[in-house]
């Protein structure tokens, strides 16, 4: 099952994470399939970027997001509840 999740990839301290769909058996730094965009909590307000279409094409795939990523996904209007 394909799974729509953060990957953390900041320094210690620093968090960043990029959102990724990903194998569910997978790390979760591990292998991933594609990158769909990039979080940033620490900056005020919390930085997004995201690429919709790639978003929806895997949603269309059945992939799953996870919840942090689901919240993401609904704040930044790309899917609704």
């Known amino acids: 099952m394909v799974k729509i999740r953060l990957q953390r990839v900041g320094a210690h301290k620093a968090?960043?994470?990029?959102?990724?769909?990903?194998?569910?058996?997978?790390?979760?730094?591990g292998k991933f399939l594609?990158?769909?965009g990039t979080y940033?909590?620490?900056?005020e307000p919390a930085t997004v970027t995201l690429d919709a279409e790639k978003i929806q094409a895997w949603l269309a795939k059945g992939a799953q997001p996870t919840i942090t990523v689901k919240n993401i996904l609904i704040?930044?209007?790309i899917i609704t509840k």
């Not at 769909?21 to 790390?27: G, K, L």
């Not at 940033?40 to 900056?43: D, G, L, R």
């Open 40 to 43: 940033v909590p620490t900056t």
């Open 75 to 77: 704040a930044n209007k």
């Open 15 to 29: 968090p960043k994470y990029r959102i990724v769909a990903a194998d569910s058996r997978s790390p979760r730094d």
């Open 34 to 36: 594609e990158v769909l």
